[in-house]
């Protein structure tokens, strides 16, 4: 990015919103008996890839909290699913409960590091990691990337960008004081070793994000700020999806949409959670694709678009 980013006023709407289906085994649907979450999608080659946490409903003693499968597509919304999953617990402890919200970073060869979060075997601690490979089917666990200190749990929810000075931020969902919150480290190889820093932004009070906060997606523009659409929720655990923007290091906030950019519609079964939760997205053709999951079961895309004052 060159130059000063434009701080001009910004608006973020949703003119479309459609239905994302999952094609195993020719069988067309959702999954019958498994919730679908996180969904990361990235382009290669003029495919749409795809990673996916895939749960059980309900949820046994003995599941695991998700495996992440893969699957491609060529317009985004119908993805043929690999049979076999990309990444699964274990068989160390530290993730033998679950693996749970891939995030996919492409070095300049194509080759892939996917961080995710691994849930231990007792089900009680959640920590960042990363899997590395030339390609999804041989992803070789590394290493944790990120532990939780004391008194604070659950690293997860990856989300990495470049900033202007051609460092890394990792941004990453963590839990203080029964709340997630927003954490942020640097890096200058998305690799590691990363060093934590301030946390990038925090609640507002008497707002739709006055508890809870958790990391989404970033879209970087030439010349413009980057915005992260984020996740924010009240105590009682309604997520809703709004915008923040920050100067081109990722150092200040310059922006920040008052009301939520996504409200999820009442949910479809009686038992449903009020959630609605982005993941990922594509910056395709001047709109914004906005991958994200409902009542944390059923997969979207939203189509964004930004609008600037002239």
Same mark, same amino acid.
């Given at each position: 990015m060159t130059g000063r980013p434009s701080t001009r006023q910004v608006a973020y709407l949703v003119e479309e919103i459609e239905v994302v289906t999952l094609d195993i085994a020719g069988e067309n649907g959702l999954l019958a008996g498994h919730d679908l979450m996180s969904p990361y999608v990235w382009k290669v080659d003029?495919?749409?890839? +795809? +990673?996916? &946490?895939?749960? @059980? !409903? @309900?949820?046994? @003693?003995? =599941?695991? #909290?998700g495996v992440i499968y893969a699957g491609v597509s060529q317009d985004g919304l119908c993805f043929t699913m690999k049979p076999k999953p990309a990444i699964v617990p274990g068989p160390d402890a530290v993730d033998a409960g679950g693996v749970e919200d891939p995030t996919v970073v492409l070095s300049s060869d194509k080759h892939l590091l996917v961080f995710y979060t691994g849930v231990d075997a007792r089900r009680e601690q959640g920590s960042l990691l990363v899997a590395e490979g030339? =390609?999804? #089917?041989?992803? #070789?666990?590394?290493?944790?990337?990120?532990? %939780? @200190?004391?008194? *604070?749990? !659950?690293?997860? $929810?990856a989300t990495v960008a470049r900033g202007a000075d051609g460092r890394y931020r990792l941004f990453y969902e963590y839990a203080r004081d !029964? %709340?997630?919150?927003?954490?942020l480290a640097l890096s200058d190889d998305p690799a590691g070793p990363w060093k934590a820093a301030v946390d990038p932004f925090t609640?507002? *009070?008497?707002?739709w994000d006055n508890w809870h906060l958790s990391t989404g997606p970033i879209v970087a523009r030439k010349g413009q700020p980057p915005v992260m659409f984020y996740n924010g929720a009240t105590a009682d655990a309604r997520w809703r999806i709004g915008w923040i923007a920050f100067d081109e290091n990722y150092s200040r906030v310059v922006a920040r949409g008052v009301e939520p950019l996504l409200v999820p519609p009442p949910p479809e079964e009686r038992a449903g959670t009020d959630i609605a939760f982005a993941a990922s997205c594509l910056d395709q053709e001047g709109d914004i694709l906005l991958y994200y999951s409902l $009542?944390?079961?059923? +997969? &979207?895309? %939203?189509?964004?678009?930004e609008f600037r004052e002239a």
């Open positions: 003029g495919r749409i890839h +795809l +990673l996916v &946490r895939v749960l @059980p !409903n @309900p949820l046994g @003693p003995r =599941d695991p #909290t030339a =390609d999804l #089917t041989c992803l #070789t666990k590394q290493q944790v990337m990120l532990k %939780a @200190p004391e008194g *604070e749990g !659950n690293i997860k $929810e !029964n %709340a997630s919150r927003i954490g609640i507002r *009070e008497n707002s $009542e944390d079961r059923l +997969l &979207r895309r %939203a189509r964004v678009r």
